[in-house]
């Protein structure tokens, strides 16, 4: 079976703080496929990144950075010197290679950022 | 601009009534999904389609029943089978329905709650 485990529900810290989400996954399969996502309060979700099982490199992108660890199934996710609009939901999801369509999400993890 | 209309974004339905939620899309993607989330919970599919005139059910299908009779646009009905249909509904959309690692774009939601 396939699961996503997110296990802080919610995370408060200060503005300029660094904040790591993480996210341990089980999956049988050798091809599968994470994908973080963030959720404002407006309530769509906005895609930020994927990541397929054979590419273990880790990824920068501004502020944003993301720990990928077959040896232990996680794929974490970290943001630097947060800001008050990073506050929102943040789901880790993993898609097994072959699943059309069928994401598994998380139950997220709520940060938010105070001033 | 290009991107997945919800409409409308409350809604409130009686005991025993079908009510359908509205999703177009103009981003001329095949793929398009349907996710039911609950608070404090992830995303669980309800029903996708990869393609114009088919679909197929998702983790939770019971009580629900969609359409694709144009790409653009994939509305779902929740029927009086459904007998806990409060929550926040989502529609998506990927580039290709059989490439699975495609990211999902999504709209800003529709939530349901029953008078």
């Known amino acids: 079976a396939q699961k996503v485990t997110q296990a802080q529900t919610e995370i408060s810290v200060v503005e300029k703080e660094d904040v790591t989400l993480d996210c341990v996954y089980e999956?049988?399969?050798?091809?599968?496929?994470l994908f973080w996502y963030k959720q404002p309060p407006s309530g769509e979700l906005v895609f930020l990144i994927r990541r397929n099982s054979f590419d273990e490199q880790n990824e920068i992108s501004g502020r944003y950075s993301w720990n990928f660890q077959k040896s232990t199934s996680s794929f974490n996710f970290t943001i630097t010197a947060s800001q008050v609009v990073d506050s929102a939901v943040y789901f880790c999801a993993l898609i097994r290679g072959g699943s059309q369509g069928n994401l598994i999400f998380g139950k997220g993890t709520k940060l938010s950022v105070k001033p | 601009d290009g991107g997945i209309t919800q409409s409308p974004k409350y809604l409130f339905r009686k005991e025993g009534q079908n009510v359908t939620l509205s999703c177009e899309q103009n981003l001329n993607h095949d793929a398009m999904y349907w996710y039911r989330q609950d608070p404090g919970q992830g995303l669980r599919l309800i029903y996708y389609s990869q393609i114009v005139n088919d679909f197929q059910k998702g983790d939770i299908a019971e009580g629900y029943s969609v359409s694709r009779e144009k790409k653009e646009s994939f509305p779902l009905t929740v029927t009086s089978a459904q007998k806990n249909p409060t929550a926040f509904y989502l529609c998506?959309?990927?580039?290709?329905?059989?490439?699975?690692?495609?990211?999902?774009?999504f709209g800003d939601g529709t939530r349901l709650s029953i008078l």
């Open positions: 998506a959309s990927s580039i290709e329905g059989r490439a699975y690692n495609q990211p999902q774009h």
């Open positions: 999956t049988r399969d050798t091809t599968y496929y």
